[in-house]
């Protein structure tokens, strides 16, 4: 199996920035990309960034584009989330996730991971 932990989260005023981690454990596969959602109070899970094995693919969802940067680093066996420029609709519990295939296509799509972490909660203050 393998885990995921994220932390990093915490409460942080508007306009200042949070960096979230995720060290993953456990079989993974070296062609994994790797995911972050989040899930705010009253809504579903959204997608919000995801980064290939290699790092040299990334994607974003339109809202964080500019404001998140999503990085890993292999040897660490860690997926990063800078968050910049928080706003009040930032806060959610954000997720770290492994995808099941090493394909690029369908990052966006939640079905297509097959590892989930506990998820850290971020709380942006007006």
């Known amino acids: 199996q393998v885990h995921l932990v994220e932390s990093g989260g915490g409460l942080v005023q508007a306009g200042g920035s949070l960096k979230l981690s995720c060290a993953a454990s456990?079989?993974?596969?070296?062609?994994?990309?790797m995911g972050w959602f989040r899930q705010a109070p009253g809504k579903e899970r959204e997608f919000v960034a995801a980064i290939s094995w290699s790092g040299s693919n990334t994607g974003y969802e339109d809202s964080v584009k500019g404001r998140f940067t999503i990085s890993r680093d292999n040897a660490k066996n860690t997926v990063l989330l800078q968050m910049n420029s928080l706003k009040p609709e930032d806060t959610a519990v954000y997720y770290c996730a492994a995808k099941t295939a090493g394909s690029w296509y369908g990052i966006q799509l939640q079905r297509n991971y097959a590892y989930w972490g506990q998820g850290t909660q971020v709380t942006v203050s007006s």
């Open positions: 456990g079989r993974t596969y070296s062609s994994n990309t």
